[in-house]
Nanobody
Framework: VQLQASGGGLVQAGESLRLSCTVS?????????MGWYRQAPGKQRELVAG???????TYTDSVKGRFTISRDNAKGTVYLRMNNLEPEDTAVYYC??????WGQGTLVTVSS
């Protein structure tokens, strides 16, 4: 199983980005919990948003109302739409499938 994350970049505060994470390999994607995590310099990795196979979503408080997680089971892909980005959102963002599989990370940098 492999996870390929993409979509990071350098933006200004208030702008938007959409991250994508595509899963490949022998797995029934539609049944798996998917999460987006982030790790800022000098900080621990934290869960940003998660989505179950049934589409139930959760968010950390700091991104509620700004970020939206979604999935396309036919494409084996999970997305993270990030609106109104803040400098505090600067981090490497990782996708995770279940408990064992991680993507390689994509860097999001938000300038003030």
């Amino acid at each position: 199983v492999q996870l390929q994350a993409s979509g990071g970049g350098l933006v200004q505060a208030g702008e938007s980005l959409r991250l994508s994470c595509t899963v490949s390999g022998r797995i029934i994607f539609s049944t798996k919990y998917m999460g987006w995590y982030r790790q800022a310099p000098g900080k621990q990795r934290e869960l940003v948003a998660g989505i179950t196979g049934a589409g139930v979503t959760t968010y950390t408080d700091s991104v509620k109302g700004r970020f939206t997680i979604s999935r396309d089971n036919a494409k084996g892909t999970v997305y993270l739409r990030m609106n109104n980005l803040e400098p505090e959102d600067t981090a490497v963002y990782y996708c995770r499938l279940g408990l064992h599989y991680w993507g390689q990370g994509t860097l999001v940098t938000v300038s003030s």
